[in-house]
């Protein structure tokens, strides 16, 4: 096997120096048309992405997850259309490697569709897979597009694609590294019932994201050629290579920016596939010295025996993710963007875990790398014209809800439901509260479908679908709100059901400035309800989160761990009530404008628990109003409290380093308090 080694990795990510002829290309573009030719690509993505959702059958790909991009010739990222920012600059990898692998043997042409999705050579895992298409203009490669989303059935021992249970990667399913799939444009029949095959739980699904993928990079394709064409060859090896070029520049002038320092964040979970245990699963030390950033992750804990495990592209991929929505903002999408950007990652932690590690739950684990950016970044951001972008991290806690099985239309599916997802809460910001269900951690454009639109899909009823009161972290500025649903079987005689989480008892996200973090997420259901029959005797009476919780809908309320293998579920029986967790505080819940408190209560959004225990607001509940003078003296009192609480630093670190948590919870974490690895992990 020629699988590429972490340093290849990280060299692929870094630009091709350009040629004498890029350059002389360079400037022949003049401004005007630069500006013209920019603007062009972006169409030409945007619409490439637009073919792709609605050419797509995953629940995923329909909700927008997915990216479509535009490479140089030698496979360069120069500009995408994104619902996720998370796969941003994984197709370069894919790219340089089939051109220097493959380039002789079995040869690089015009209409050849290439696909990869094994992690181990450039993916975040094997849900997440990707269709490239090399560009010839009059036999010359010119150029490369892609289209990549996230399928969630790849054939392995669960279904959904991220199974809880596996503890390598020979337990996951489809593991393919780049292949051509397709020529003359395309796709090959043996390939098609290749993927058939390990999809036989969801085919269609399999097949039809497959199709969809290479429709979108075939359409930039044809987009492109007819820009050649119109504007010459020369024109577009210009355009690109000055793309690369202004985007480089962008970032180290950001980047040189903020303040020279060091700067910390350490983030934990506590579940490890299906098993509970404590997690350091990120310790990042970001050092900025002019124009340039290092990312260390030395002191994360080491690879486990699950799932729970990432290859180090996959946490720059989460890197990523926030760097376009926070700081890249206005650049272009594009690796250039990484050039002042380096990475350290010891070997076998579980950020970078070895070649037989499991890692179709990476994304679980790198939700704390994301939440470290928001910290990290966020501080460094703040002194300068940027401190607007500094928002305290997004929930960054969504679980994963995977149903499967044979549909009212009488077809297999296996899906991780998009809906939930893309409505969780963003980080309260440095002049606004967080957006409540804002989207997706790991797609920030992507689509929440109306509940009519699952219900219809998939033998889904949902009876009641709201904002989940008090789910955003306190602080100055609150956390944007997540949401909460109730799902029962319906118009099929059983379904399956599984989740994959990480925290119903620890919260990742660290908040910004004194706010608080969101609350964590339980698993909830209810058992020994026929909800149709319910719902039939009592259709005048209200059903929402409160009244569930309550009691008033009957049976046995059960919280459990979020993270529950597959069970089967009966027609009309509950499934879950679905919680998505909201944002990180911003600022100390103290300094909140008492108003945005009363507001907040009379909204639904927060309790009254809420106001007299974290915002210490006095409320009137007869005048319905916060009473301001009551509490500006209640919040003096707490403050008082607060320094009369407080210690030295010597004298608390002291105490703190003798506590250690109980032995039988650091399974997953390693040596105490350093988190280094205990022995050698085999996998079977």
Not at 50 to 55: D, P, Q, T
Not at 95 to 102: A, D, E, H, S, T
Not at 545 to 573: C, D
């Amino acid at each position: 096997m020629n699988i590429p080694t972490l340093e290849e990795k990280l060299r692929a990510l870094k630009v091709t120096p350009p040629t004498a002829r890029e350059l002389e290309c360079v400037k022949q573009v003049r401004h005007g048309d630069y500006e013209i030719g920019l603007r062009r690509t972006d169409d030409i993505v945007d619409e490439g992405h637009e073919v792709f959702v609605r050419s797509s059958r995953s629940s995923m790909g329909v909700a927008g997850d997915s990216i479509v991009a535009l490479f140089t010739a030698q496979g360069d990222l120069v500009n995408a259309s994104s619902g996720t920012y998370l796969h941003s600059i994984i197709p370069v990898l894919v790219i340089k490697y089939v051109l220097k692998n493959f380039a002789r043997n079995p040869g690089i042409r015009d209409g050849d569709i290439w696909f990869a999705n094994d992690a181990l050579y450039g993916g975040i895992h094997n849900p997440d897979q990707i269709v490239v298409m090399p560009v010839f203009f009059r036999g010359e490669l010119v150029a490369w597009t892609a289209g990549l989303s996230h399928t969630t059935e790849t054939g392995a021992c669960e279904p959904g694609g991220m199974p809880l249970s596996a503890r390598s990667r020979f337990e996951e399913g489809m593991n393919l590294p780049p292949m051509k799939v397709g020529e003359n444009f395309e796709l090959r029949h043996d390939f098609l019932e290749l993927f058939a095959a390990f999809g036989i739980r969801a085919e269609q699904m399999v097949t039809v994201d497959l199709k969809a993928r290479s429709t979108a990079a075939d359409r930039v394709r044809m987009r492109l050629v007819e820009t050649c064409e119109r504007e010459g060859v020369e024109f577009v090896t210009g355009l690109f290579r000055r793309m690369l070029m202004d985007a480089e520049a962008g970032a180290r002038r950001r980047i040189a920016s903020w303040p020279d320092g060091t700067y910390r964040c350490v983030t934990f979970s506590d579940t490890v596939g299906v098993r509970q245990g404590l997690i350091r699963n990120c310790y990042m030390t970001m050092v900025k010295r002019g124009d340039q950033l290092v990312f260390d992750f030395t002191g994360t804990s080491p690879e486990n025996m699950s799932s729970y495990n990432a290859h180090a592209q996959a946490a720059i991929g989460h890197l990523a993710n926030f760097m376009y929505e926070y700081v890249f903002h206005n650049l272009p999408i594009s690796n250039a963007t990484f050039q002042p950007i380096d990475f350290i990652f010891p070997p076998n932690i579980c950020l970078n875990a070895s070649e037989r590690a499991a890692t179709s739950n990476a994304v679980m684990i790198c939700r704390g790398l994301m939440s470290a950016m928001h910290n990290c970044v966020g501080r460094a951001m703040f002194p300068t014209q940027e401190w607007r972008q500094a928002s305290a991290s997004a929930a960054n806690g969504t679980t994963g809800n995977i149903l499967s099985g044979i549909s009212q239309w009488n077809l297999p599916f296996a899906d991780l439901i998009a809906y939930a997802l893309n409505t969780e809460g963003q980080g309260g910001r440095p002049a606004d509260d967080g957006m409540n269900a804002y989207g997706f951690c790991w797609c920030a454009f992507g689509r929440a479908p109306d509940v009519e639109s699952m219900e219809n899909e998939l033998p889904l009823l949902v009876p009641f679908s709201q904002h989940w009161t008090d789910s955003g972290g306190a602080g100055k500025y609150r956390g944007g709100l997540g949401t909460a649903q109730f799902w029962s079987a319906h118009h099929t005689e059983q379904v399956y059901f599984l989740s994959v989480a990480t925290n119903s008892l620890v919260q990742t996200p660290q908040p910004l400035f004194g706010g608080y973090a969101p609350p964590t997420v339980p698993g909830l259901t209810v058992h020994d309800v026929d909800v149709d029959e319910f719902l039939r005797n009592d259709g005048t009476r209200n059903i929402d989160l409160r009244s569930v919780l309550r009691g008033e809908m009957g049976g046995k309320l059960i919280s459990e761990l979020y993270t529950r293998p597959p069970r089967r579920i009966e027609k009309s029986h509950p499934i879950t009530v679905a919680l998505t967790p909201g944002g990180a505080g911003y600022g100390d819940p103290l300094d909140r404008d008492p108003l945005a408190v009363e507001r907040d209560l009379k909204d639904g959004l927060i309790s009254e628990w809420t106001v007299t225990n974290l915002y210490r607001a006095v409320y009137d509940s007869a005048k319905e109003r916060v009473d301001i003078q009551r509490t500006q003296k209640l919040r003096e009192k707490e403050r008082q409290a607060r320094i009369r609480r407080g210690k030295p630093l010597r004298e608390f670190e002291a105490q703190w380093r003798k506590r250690r948590p109980p032995a039988e919870i650091l399974e997953f974490y390693g040596l105490w308090p350093d988190a280094a690895a205990s022995g050698q992990l085999y996998r079977p």
